[in-house]
T-cell receptor
Framework: SAVISQKPSRDICQRGTSLTIQCQVD?????MFWYRQQPGQSLTLIAT?????????ESGFVIDKFPISRPNLTFSTLTVSNMSPEDSSIYLC???????????FGPGTRLTVL | AQSVSQHNHHVILSEAASLELGCNYS??????LFWYVQYPGQHLQLLLK??????LVKGIKGFEAEFIKSKFSFNLRKPSVQWSDTAEYFC????????????FGSGTRLQVQP
């Protein structure tokens, strides 16, 4: 299984600022997904990030608010822009194993917006 | 579009009791099914997965799940729970077309009392 690390692990930010979350995987993966897990809730898919193409966003999520980069097969970033308290959540990147459809998860980034 | 329903939101059991958590999915084609577990303060871990073949799949820590295609179900079972099984359990599905990311159910919080 893939080993995933994210930076920062947690942060407390002020309203109106932006935060970029980095996701590093220890192996090359074609498909990378970004999820949000709000307190006490399940995981909601934000977008799919494949290397060499624009990210595909789910309904309710837009590129201006959550720009994503995928410069290579082991790395991706998600930026949470112009933050509000409603963005307080855990953000997780999830690579998918190329051999099957299994997705793996790391510890995520716990974001608190004041 | 694919969707997942977990009807048990909070389950409380005594140690040694048997466990069955319900999971039903909605999708018209071929599916891959997963159960993930999230222990308190930890990240999501894969418990087991079903791709094809024997509909009864065994996972880690004594868990198993049965895929019943006619009922669109993938219930999780364990014959005898332990206090250490206290966690949040998520059922997830991925279909063979369209969105190629996992769709999660709302989760079931299991509390095992010693």
């Amino acid at each position: 299984s893939a080993v995933i690390s994210q930076k920062p692990s947690r942060d407390i930010c002020q309203r109106g600022t932006s935060l970029t979350i980095q996701c590093q995987v220890d192996s090359q993966v074609t498909m990378m997904f970004w999820y949000r897990q709000q307190p006490g809730q399940s995981l909601t898919l934000i977008a799919t990030a494949n290397q060499g193409s624009e990210a595909t966003y789910e309904s309710g999520f837009v590129i201006d608010k959550f720009p994503i980069s995928r410069p290579n097969l082991t790395f991706s970033t998600l930026t949470v822009s112009n933050m509000s308290p409603e963005d307080s959540s855990i953000y997780l990147c999830s690579p998918r194993d190329g051999a099957d459809n299994t997705q793996y998860f790391g510890p995520g980034t716990r974001l608190t917006v004041l | 579009a694919q969707s997942v329903s977990q009807h048990n939101h909070h389950v409380i059991l005594s140690e040694a009791a048997s466990l069955e958590l319900g999971c039903n999915y909605s999708y018209g084609g071929t599916v891959n099914l997963f159960w993930y577990v999230q222990y308190p303060g930890q990240h999501l871990q894969l418990l087991l997965k079903y791709f094809s073949g024997d509909p009864l799949v065994k996972g880690i820590k004594g868990f198993e799940a049965e895929f019943i295609k006619s009922k669109f179900s993938f219930n999780l079972r364990k014959p005898s729970v332990q206090w250490s099984d206290t966690a949040e359990y998520f059922c997830a599905v991925i279909g063979d077309t369209g969105r190629r990311a996992l769709t999660f159910g709302s989760g079931t919080r299991l509390q095992v009392q010693p």
